[in-house]
């Protein structure tokens, strides 16, 4: 059945059996994604996929139900099912269909080639990557590459006579290498992403992750001891990922996060802006609306360190009573919303990695955590990972780092920042930081 005809459908059913207001959230995608391996191809998936929810109020109480199917036996399961589960919601505090704004924020348009590009050109590229990070030194003996693309579109269409659309693509490519030296073995990585096959620098993206392998070789724990510690980007971006559910409303509300009623007040060093911007041109998590409808708006999370705002949904905000921040998110095509970032990212500096080495004269740079689930509480902010990098010697790089233990709390880092880099990597996806100083920390080592 048309797409459009069976929307209209499913709206015009949910009336006539009662239900109040109905929204439909429609995802479909394509994808595609490989990976080789010494020299061959190892897996290879091309995939499309298609599905919607139904929400609807039923009796002041809301009820979800989802599908694959678009056909009339589809139309009768779905409405039975937004009944059903209706039924059986016990709250006070209800999720609402959002009628929509007066209007909504452009996206700056972001040229893409991931549908013109042939699987073929892509299984080469791939297939060029592994090869290149595998020949890459002679301590290399072993390599992966990955390579997938995306094309998604999201629908979210109700009965107060909503009807927004917004369609996203990209490409990511991955790469990783093992280097042995005598007894000491090591891995490494390095990556891209971006909006456009074209753009994929196969030999830039090998080298690093050689570069990264190779400089890890022969590293050592360092003395038990409190440090000096920069996190370089990609273990910054790790912890604020870990961590980025404190500035969720609906975590302060259901106390899973330290944050609730804390907005206006210090949280951070002044030196730090937490941005959330759902309009950054070629963001990975840019968009007009979010999963309920509200308009999209940019906005500093953390502002020059002042908590400024948590991030809310409809729901969150009307308990709060305050207005929504346009980060209600679902995950595929679920009917259950949740709060979450769109491009969220520390501001950067103005100083390279190099120059904060330099300020900080002696310490450590902290490359990589393993264990980040197991090893943080996302409520009280406490962290202990197992952790490499490599040391700061006279504001040089030293010597490879590993098997050390970091130990702090999250939000401790926040207020202890001294200095942050310019080294964001741009457009953001999701979570993202500049490498940064975050001052003084444990480190347990020999």
């Known amino acids: ?53 139904l929400r609807g109020v039923v009796n002041g109480r809301m009820g979800c139900a989802s599908t694959e199917a678009f ?14 589960s209706a039924a059986l919601v016990e709250s006070e505090t209800q999720d609402e269909i959002f009628a929509g704004e007066k209007e909504y924020p452009a996206l700056e348009q972001t040229t893409s080639d991931i549908g013109e590009v042939s699987a ?16 890459g030194d002679s301590r290399v003996t072993k390599a992966d590459a990955m390579l997938s693309t995306w094309k998604t579109t999201l629908r979210l269409k109700n009965s107060h006579g909503l009807d927004l659309t917004d369609e996203s693509s990209g490409c990511r490519v991955y790469a990783s290498a093992i280097a042995v030296d005598g007894e000491s073995t090591a891995d490494g990585s390095d990556h891209f992403r971006g909006h456009n096959v074209a753009d994929i620098d196969v030999k830039k993206i090998a080298e690093g992750a050689v570069q990264d392998a190779i400089g890890q070789l022969h590293g050592e724990p360092v003395k038990t001891g409190e440090y000096r510690v920069i ?9 604020l990922r870990t961590f980025s559910g404190i500035f969720s409303a609906e975590n302060a509300q259901q106390n899973m996060s330290l944050l609730a009623g804390k907005e206006g007040t210090v949280i951070a060093s002044e030196i730090v802006t937490l941005m959330d911007d759902p309009l950054y041109p070629g963001g990975f998590g840019s968009r007009p609306f979010d999963a309920e409808g509200s308009a999209s708006r940019t906005k500093a999370v953390i502002d020059k360190g002042v908590l400024t705002t948590l991030l809310h949904s409809r729901k969150t905000a009307k308990k709060q009573g305050v207005q929504p921040t346009g980060n209600a998110n679902r995950m595929g095509y679920s009917g259950t919303v949740r709060v979450g970032p769109t491009n969220m990212f520390i501001q950067p500096g103005e100083k390279s990695l190099e120059e904060l080495m330099a300020e900080m004269g002696e310490g450590l740079v902290i490359t990589g955590f393993g264990g980040l689930h197991a090893g943080a509480n996302p409520v009280s902010g406490d962290f202990s990972l197992l952790s490499n990098g490599y040391t700061v010697e006279g504001g040089k790089r030293g010597r490879a780092v590993e098997r050390v233990t970091l130990a702090g709390n999250f939000y401790e880092v926040l207020k202890n920042v001294r200095a942050i880099g310019s080294d964001l990597e741009m457009p953001p996806a999701g979570v993202d930081s500049p490498s940064v100083d975050i001052g003084t920390l444990k480190v347990s080592g020999k």
């Open 1 to 53: 059945m048309n797409m459009n005809v069976f929307m209209d459908k499913l709206l015009e059913a949910a009336k006539a059996a009662g239900i109040e207001t109905a929204e439909i959230y429609y995802r479909s995608g394509e994808n595609f994604g490989t990976r080789a391996r010494d020299g061959e191809v190892d897996s290879y998936e091309v995939s499309s996929s298609a599905g919607l929810s």
């Open 71 to 84: 056909d009339d036996e589809a139309v009768a399961q779905l409405i039975e099912g937004v009944k059903e």
């Open 231 to 239: 996190l370089d980007r990609h273990a910054m971006t790790a912890l």
């Open 120 to 135: 073929e050109k892509k299984l080469a590229l791939c297939l060029e990557l592994e090869k290149l990070a595998r020949e």
